[in-house]
């Protein structure tokens, strides 16, 4: 089974900046397109970014910038997030992009506010 974990999340006020962190074993990073999602409700997840792709409904409903990097040797992926809005408060999760995703992870929480 598939352990992924998600840290790097906080609290931080509009403008400001953060960089997520993923693990995922590096043999499945290395074969697995990866992306990052934002837990809605439920079992529900908005797909926010994979590596050379922002989802433009997602980063419209969210507002910043972000971008995703990958390490498959050191097993890790990254989204660096930038000029956050209130808006992209959530807990923000990695995965496969394909479905059925792996189990899901604990997430990491990231809270814009003044």
């Known amino acids: 089974q598939v352990e992924l974990e998600e840290s790097g999340g906080a609290s931080v006020p509009p403008g400001g900046s953060l960089r997520l962190s993923c693990t995922i074993p590096?043999?499945?990073?290395?074969?697995?397109?990866m992306a990052w999602f934002r837990h809605i409700a439920g079992d529900s997840y908005e797909l926010v970014a994979q590596k050379g792709r922002v989802y433009i409904n997602t980063l419209n409903s969210i507002k910043g910038r972000f971008t995703v990097s990958e390490s498959p040797e050191q097993g890790r992926m990254w989204l660096q997030m930038d000029d956050l809005r209130p808006a992209a408060s959530g807990r923000y999760h990695c995965?496969?992009?394909?479905?059925?995703?792996?189990?899901w992870g604990p997430g990491t929480q990231v809270t814009v506010a003044s």
């Open positions: 995965n496969r992009m394909s479905s059925p995703q792996w189990p």
């Open positions: 590096p043999n499945l990073l290395k074969s697995t397109t």
